[in-house]
């Protein structure tokens, strides 16, 4: 009796193995390391603990294709929904072979701008700078952002420089422009009536100054080296109007950006990878389609 018993163990024991090998083929991966992305300490940190330490978790597929996807999840700059807006998004690019990135920023109101740029600004730079490590190109280091994280990505796309060539540290060398944009029912504006308040307060205060505001409302920042774009959002949206992404794209059109659309007729605000709904969950199928077709094209490499 002991013997088979041991026997029934070993072959459930193989039956695991078998399925976790197939999980890793098929790219379903776990978290490969969380990096820190100011090992010395971020600028203007307030404090030493947990909250003034960002950083970042690296997703590795199973077979990279040389991309690389930096996720800010959503929350309004005063959480990160990780759990629906970050995990899943980087597993989903791992099964499109891309190497994701899920970035814990600062937060408001315990930090305001620009403590939330600095750390987007510094984890493209550490991709970048990392990028043969890493089994990416530098040339397609991009950003998917989620509502006030879809902030964050677009203030990265429309607020970058060059880097430093002349710093000490070699992070800081390279450029911050990512390479192309991907938001979800972002916010875009700082302005009224279409701001979301709550992100705009623990972003910039409660009496923001008027300059920061225009300079934070990034459909007016919008430039031709603004990167190629890919924007989704529903209509019905409660907490972000649809006009911000509809700012946004419009800002792209006039300036001879390439940019792609997709707006819901329902689907609310927060909705992430959607994969109960069926009209919902087809907009992550349209990316792949879009940073398949469009993000890459010689002309955006060549005005990086």
């Given at each position: 009796?002991?013997?088979?018993?041991?026997?029934?163990?070993?072959?459930?024991?193989?039956?695991?193995?078998?399925?976790?090998g197939?999980?890793?083929?098929?790219?379903?991966?776990?978290?490969?390391?969380i990096?820190?992305?100011?090992?010395?300490?971020a600028p203007?940190?307030?404090?030493?603990?947990?909250?003034?330490?960002?950083?970042?978790?690296?997703?590795r597929?199973?077979?990279?294709?040389?991309?690389?996807?930096?996720?800010?999840?959503?929350?309004?700059?005063?959480?990160?929904?990780?759990?629906?807006?970050?995990e899943?998004?980087?597993?989903?690019?791992?099964?499109?072979?891309?190497?994701?990135?899920?970035?814990?920023?600062?937060?408001g109101?315990?930090?305001?701008?620009?403590?939330?740029?600095?750390?987007?600004?510094?984890?493209?730079?550490?991709?970048?700078?990392n990028?043969?490590?890493?089994?990416?190109?530098?040339?397609?280091?991009?950003?998917?952002?989620?509502?006030?994280?879809?902030?964050?990505?677009?203030?990265?796309?429309?607020?970058?420089?060059?880097?430093?060539?002349?710093?000490?540290?070699?992070v800081?060398?390279?450029?911050?422009?990512?390479?192309f944009?991907?938001?979800?029912?972002?916010?875009?504006?700082?302005?009224?009536?279409?701001?979301?308040?709550?992100?705009?307060?623990?972003?910039?205060?409660?009496?923001?100054?008027?300059?920061?505001?225009t300079?934070?409302?990034?459909?007016?920042q919008?430039?031709?080296?603004?990167?190629?774009?890919?924007l989704?959002?529903?209509?019905?949206?409660?907490?972000?109007?649809?006009q911000n992404?509809?700012l946004?794209?419009?800002?792209?059109?006039?300036?001879?950006?390439?940019?792609?659309?997709?707006?819901?007729?329902?689907?609310?605000?927060?909705?992430?990878?959607?994969?109960?709904?069926?009209?919902?969950?087809?907009?992550?199928?349209?990316?792949g389609i879009?940073?398949?077709?469009?993000?890459?094209?010689?002309?955006?490499?060549?005005?990086?």
């Open positions: 009796m002991l013997r088979t018993r041991l026997r029934l163990l070993a072959l459930k024991l193989a039956v695991l193995l078998l399925c976790a197939s999980l890793h083929a098929q790219g379903a991966m776990t978290p490969a390391e990096l820190p992305l100011w090992p010395a300490g203007g940190a307030v404090g030493t603990g947990p909250e003034d330490a960002p950083s970042m978790t690296m997703y597929p199973a077979r990279p294709n040389g991309i690389a996807v930096l996720v800010f999840a959503g929350g309004g700059y005063g959480h990160i929904a990780v759990e629906k807006e970050g899943p998004a980087a597993r989903w690019l791992n099964s499109l072979g891309v190497t994701a990135f899920v970035v814990q920023y600062r937060l109101p315990r930090y305001h701008h620009p403590a939330m740029l600095q750390d987007a600004q510094r984890a493209i730079r550490t991709v970048r700078a990028a043969g490590r890493w089994s990416v190109r530098p040339d397609r280091v991009g950003v998917l952002g989620f509502s006030a994280g879809g902030h964050l990505a677009a203030t990265a796309g429309t607020h970058f420089d060059g880097g430093r060539a002349d710093a000490a540290d070699p800081e060398r390279v450029g911050s422009r990512p390479d944009l991907m938001l979800l029912y972002p916010v875009v504006t700082m302005r009224e009536p279409w701001t979301h308040r709550g992100s705009r307060t623990r972003l910039l205060g409660a009496d923001p100054d008027p300059g920061l505001v300079l934070l409302s990034n459909e007016l919008v430039s031709a080296r603004t990167p190629p774009t890919f989704v959002a529903s209509s019905d949206d409660p907490a972000v109007p649809v992404t509809l946004f794209y419009q800002a792209l059109r006039a300036a001879g950006v390439p940019v792609e659309m997709h707006v819901y007729q329902r689907g609310g605000h927060g909705f992430g990878l959607a994969p109960d709904d069926p009209a919902l969950s087809t907009w992550p199928r349209l990316a879009w940073l398949e077709n469009s993000a890459f094209r010689s002309a955006n490499v060549a005005s990086r």
